[in-house]
């Protein structure tokens, strides 16, 4: 049954298990530019890549993905669906791209093969692509991306390593790259949005690092990059990596400036329920909470719970997807900041809990919970609000950012509706989804925080189709 329904103020975040679809086993051997047309898949496959190219008064944006397990031949291929040969070439690629491919390939494939496809920022995304053709997974990686010529943009790009400097000084270093690479010289003149990609487990500092930078009042989205998972113990695999230009950054920061005489058009929220169940931590480090109201935190929040922790752990399943329908929220004036937690199982440290996003000694957390559905319909819902969120909005083509663990809770019956929520509310454009390990986005009054559960779109300014 075709779901529409919008249910605009609640997302849940779930881990684990992914949509498998049959791959293509035909592989061309012949070398595809960027820019070529791509080729037919043998008689009787399924295509292994697509596409489409949208056609604007000035302007041209396609996006495209492919499932090949070449890295090399999946980019080329996605390109392909994503530019106009006879076209401009674009002025921004942006890239998303499961950790099973190679980064150091894309970036030459990108850059310095075929067709120019402009400034370059992408990051791993976690279990597959979205795009307005469907929800697009391999366990052998896929690969997707926008390609944008925007008249009404004027874009920069910037990269830093960890190893460079403190994670503040490499977010500092990496905005003013991106701003050198804008050509923007008038130290007063604000970006009109920053798009941010970002390791773990850095964010927070990022944040405040980038808001003594460029002041609190510039609307951020973006999300952190994705590794794997163990399939078996659940442990993330830190073979995450971000792309800026030439730059692979495997631990760092990479960012978008966006200067425009336009509005651009966005949206970041994520809910759940969030329930009268509280209490104030007060002992915590780091992503650790050991105590909540002087007593082990797991104790507290299983009590919550009424005992389902413990029945869940004595039935053998995995805790850490089970606690994801039960996230911690953080309120901030009337927003609420939903913030994933489950038993850390560390002997080092006995009946804490393990989290997503920093709390400190002296916060007060609620329990809250959600289903399914309302993480669905999700989808639906933040797009919607990027698009009223600027009044006879012209709209050239988007991003949308989305928690990587939610794909876990959708049946695998209902996840073809995601993209179609997704279209819905955004249009026909061309669109790319990323699914990500954690989400950062701006709150009116609060400034840009880091979140867990959560999603973000940005609808990028543009004129109408030709």
Partial sequence: MKRTRIITSVLVLACGAALWLILVRHESTAPVQAGDQPPAAAPGAPADSGGRVRICVGDTTGYGWSTNADTRTAIQRAAAHAV????????????????????????????????????????????????????????????????????????????????????REAAKLALRRAIADAGVTEVTRRPRMIILH????????????????????????????????????????????????????????????????????????????????????????????????????????DQWLGGRVREARELGKNLAAFCSFYPLCRTSGANNQFIRAWPADDPKAPGALRTGSSLGTGD????????????????????????????????????????????????????????????????????IGVFTWGEQGHIPSVGNLHSNLTAGTVLFPGTGPE
């Fill in 84 to 167: 106009d040969p006879s076209g401009p070439a674009p002025d921004l690629t942006m890239v998303f791209y499961n950790p099973q491919h190679d980064p150091e390939t894309i970036v030459d494939r990108l850059r310095h093969s075929g067709r120019a496809m402009g400034k370059v920022i992408g990051e791993t995304s976690h279990e597959g692509i979205l795009s307005p053709d469907g929800y697009h997974y391999s366990p052998s990686g896929v690969v997707g991306l926008i390609a944008m010529r925007n008249s009404k943009l004027t874009v920069g790009v910037g990269g830093a390593s960890f190893d460079e400097s403190t994670p």
């Fill in 198 to 301: 970002v390791t773990l487990p850095h964010e927070e500092e990022v944040l405040a690092a980038l808001a003594e930078e460029s002041g609190p009042e510039v609307p951020l989205i973006g999300g952190t990059a994705a590794g794997t998972v163990d399939g078996l113990s659940r442990k993330k695999v830190s073979n995450w990596s971000i792309i800026v230009n030439d730059m692979v950054i495997r631990s760092g920061v990479g960012i978008a400036v966006m200067y425009s005489d336009a509005e651009i058009a966005w949206s970041f929220g994520g809910g759940f329920r969030r329930t009268s169940l509280s209490g104030v931590i007060t002992k915590a480090q780091g992503r650790l909470i050991h105590e909540i109201d002087g007593r082990p935190a797991e104790e507290v929040y």
């Fill in 364 to 431: 007060e957390v609620f329990l809250s919970e959600g289903n399914w559905n309302l993480l669905l319909n999700h989808f639906a819902s933040v797009p919607s609000k990027a698009r009223d969120s600027v009044p006879d909005f012209t709209a050239n083509s988007g991003l949308f950012i989305y928690c990587g663990g939610a794909l876990a809770c959708i049946p695998d019956a209902e996840r073809p509706f995601m993209s179609t929520l997704v279209n819905k509310s955004m249009g026909d454009l061309p669109w």
